[in-house]
């Protein structure tokens, strides 16, 4: 079987999980090699299946992804499926999360050329700290943290800055990210499998993660209801949580696109991952 494992031409930062799968997909005994969505001699015709990885610089040029991700899925098995990656790459979905009674942690979701009075709101919300992050984004792209006074003053420029050609959110910042960090949960092939402990970060700045650990019972009964919502079968997920107030999981993302799996934190995850690639590509 011929795999491509969806990338970009150029890596906004380094994937830790390429080489390792590269390497046990070809050990599995199947050709493998990157292609890049954003360049254009790559026709994903070529494979018998492509598994989106790291296609990082896609919140650039949402349009022109939605275009390939579409044009793909015509031509090849792409997994995810491309229902899932067009619900879940606008962050719109968490809205479809808490309909169906996810938490999630406290948003409001702003449409390009809006007048938002960014003080305002986080006064009427009862925020003095608050993340201001695009709707289509990934890592920390455009991804800014403002408190106190500088809510009025650099924070509502950055966000006119932003808003003008797309649509944003506005998150009450969790003092929780930096007590307890962030647990990703990674979902291959019908289970979690691990989850690590991740430290926020902003514009710039390079992530910290734990060594692999169990998630716990809480945890998974809010991913589990949050993966529900994507009404598809899939080949991997991330839920991203954190801790409220009165330590109750919420969720902070969703990742059904192009997640970190952590894959160098459990081998069995990676193991679980060639296994299904190989049976859906059959």
Same mark, same amino acid.
């Given at each position: 079987?011929?795999?491509?494992?969806?990338?970009?031409?150029?890596?906004?930062?380094? @994937?830790? !999980?390429?080489?390792? &799968?590269? #390497?046990?997909?070809?050990?599995?005994?199947?050709? *493998?090699?990157? +292609?890049?969505?954003?360049?254009?001699?790559?026709?994903?015709?070529?494979?018998?299946?492509?598994?989106?990885?790291?296609?990082?610089?896609?919140?650039?040029?949402?349009?022109?992804?939605?275009?390939?991700?579409?044009?793909?899925?015509?031509?090849?098995?792409?997994?995810?499926?491309?229902?899932?990656?067009?619900?879940?790459?606008?962050?719109?979905?968490?809205?479809?999360?808490?309909?169906?009674?996810?938490?999630?942690?406290?948003?409001?979701?702003?449409?390009?050329?809006? @007048?938002? !009075?960014?003080?305002? &709101?986080? #006064?009427?919300?009862?925020?003095?700290?608050?993340? *201001?992050?695009? +709707?289509?984004?990934?890592?920390?792209?455009?991804?800014?943290?403002?408190?106190?006074?500088?809510?009025?003053?650099?924070?509502?420029?950055?966000?006119?800055?932003?808003?003008?050609?797309?649509?944003?959110?506005?998150?009450?910042?969790?003092?929780?990210?930096?007590?307890?960090?962030?647990?990703?949960?990674?979902?291959?092939?019908?289970?979690?499998?691990?989850?690590?402990?991740?430290?926020?970060?902003?514009?710039?700045?390079?992530?910290?993660?734990?060594?692999?650990?169990?998630?716990?019972?809480?945890?998974?009964?809010? #991913?589990?209801?949050?993966?529900?919502?994507?009404?598809?079968?899939?080949?991997?997920?991330?839920?991203?949580?954190?801790?409220?107030?009165?330590?109750?999981?919420?969720?902070?993302?969703?990742?059904?696109?192009?997640?970190?799996?952590?894959?160098?934190?459990?081998?069995?995850?990676?193991?679980?991952?060639?296994?299904?690639?190989?049976?859906?590509?059959?």
């Amino acid at each position: 079987m011929n795999i491509g494992i969806v990338t970009c031409q150029e890596l906004p930062e380094p @994937d830790p !999980d390429q080489e390792l &799968l590269l #390497a046990a997909i070809a050990a599995a005994g199947h050709q *493998v090699r990157l +292609a890049a969505w954003d360049d254009p001699e790559c026709d994903p015709g070529e494979f018998d299946l492509c598994v989106l990885r790291s296609c990082w610089d896609y919140p650039l040029y949402p349009g022109r992804f939605r275009a390939w991700i579409e044009a793909a899925a015509s031509r090849v098995t792409l997994l995810n499926p491309a229902p899932v990656v067009s619900w879940n790459l606008h962050k719109g979905y968490l809205r479809d999360l808490v309909a169906t009674g996810v938490p999630i942690v406290p948003t409001r979701w702003l449409d390009a050329g809006q @007048d938002c !009075d960014l003080g305002r &709101l986080a #006064a009427d919300c009862g925020w003095d700290d608050v993340v *201001v992050k695009p +709707a289509v984004g990934a890592g920390s792209h455009l991804t800014r943290r403002f408190a106190g006074p500088d809510i009025d003053t650099d924070g509502a420029e950055f966000l006119r800055s932003c808003q003008s050609e797309q649509d944003m959110l506005v998150q009450r910042y969790m003092p929780s990210v930096v007590q307890t960090g962030e647990r990703a949960l990674v979902w291959i092939d019908g289970e979690f499998t691990h989850q690590v402990v991740k430290r926020p970060r902003y514009h710039g700045e390079d992530e910290q993660v734990s060594e692999a650990m169990k998630p716990d019972e809480p945890d998974l009964h809010i #991913a589990a209801k949050a993966l529900a919502c994507a009404k598809s079968d899939l080949l991997y997920a991330r839920v991203d949580l954190i801790d409220g107030d009165q330590g109750e999981p919420l969720v902070s993302e969703l990742e059904l696109i192009e997640p970190s799996l952590f894959l160098l934190q459990h081998a069995p995850a990676l193991d679980r991952l060639v296994t299904a690639i190989g049976r859906t590509g059959r």
